[in-house]
């Protein structure tokens, strides 16, 4: 199973940018998907999360939506409002079954990196 993120890239504050996740390989079910982020010198935190529901992190409401295409196995970020303080890579992760057998194990995606110039 592999997860290819892209869509990533440099935009002015107030901005948007659009990043897409694929999810391919031996599938035979998607749980959760979502995607966290890194900044320089800090903790990777949680953006969004998509599992029937969807969530997100209190700096990012209303100005992000998190949305997947179950058919393609593909989670998006549509990032609107951009502020430098959104700058960081990106990581799409994505929960798994590749059996009926099994509950799911988390896949990553490499980052992508997004850099809001104020």
């Known amino acids: 199973v592999q997860l290819q993120a892209s869509g990533g890239g440099l935009v002015q504050a107030g901005g948007s940018l659009r990043l897409s996740c694929a999810a391919s390989?031996?599938?035979?079910?998607?749980?959760?998907m979502g995607w966290y982020r890194q900044a320089p010198g800090k903790q990777r935190e949680l953006v969004a999360t998509s599992s029937g529901g969807t969530n997100y992190a209190d700096s990012v409401k209303g100005r992000f939506t998190i949305s997947r295409d179950n058919v393609k196995n593909t989670v998006y970020l549509q990032m609107n409002s951009l502020k430098p303080e959104d700058t960081a890579s990106y990581y799409c992760?994505?929960?798994?079954?590749?059996?009926?057998?099994?509950?799911?194990?988390?896949?990553w995606g490499k980052g992508t990196l997004v850099t809001v110039s104020s």
């Open positions: 992760y994505a929960n798994i079954a590749t059996t009926r057998e099994n509950y799911g194990v988390i896949y």
């Open positions: 390989g031996s599938i035979f079910r998607v749980n959760v």
